[in-house]
């Protein structure tokens, strides 16, 4: 039944994002990831079969902490901030001594 299911999937989800895995999905899982097709070439390809239950638990934790990621991942560290805001200073004051110097030169 579907309550089934989702607590099955919950709990699932919940295991991954803590980094378990009971031993027999681990070899299921490994075993899947096994399966290749042979190539025209005479390489491998494989399937990576079973990869959808991984991605499905990967996604349901980046929605869940999406916003703090992205501040996360694309806000620069207090101290990256500051020197940027000093090196940015010290640009504009050198452009306003270079100016200066050609205004007075001319």
């Not at 638990?57 to 996360?72: F, G, N, P, S």
């Not at 101290?79 to 640009?91: F, K, L, P, Y």
Request: aromatic share 6%; with cysteine; glycine share 4%.
């Amino acid at each position: 039944d579907s309550e089934r299911g989702s607590k099955c999937l919950f709990n699932y989800f919940t295991a991954f994002s803590w980094g378990v895995e009971h031993p027999r999905l681990q070899l299921l899982d490994a075993d899947l990831k096994a399966l290749c097709l042979v190539k025209e070439d005479g390489s491998l390809r494989p399937l990576g079969m079973c990869s959808i239950m991984p991605r499905s638990a990967e996604r349901c934790i980046h929605m869940q902490e999406c916003a703090w990621m992205e501040q996360y991942l694309t806000s620069p560290l207090p101290e990256d901030r500051h020197a940027r805001d000093v090196a940015i200073a010290d640009a504009a004051a050198a452009l306003t001594d270079a100016e200066h110097t050609l205004k007075a030169s001319v």
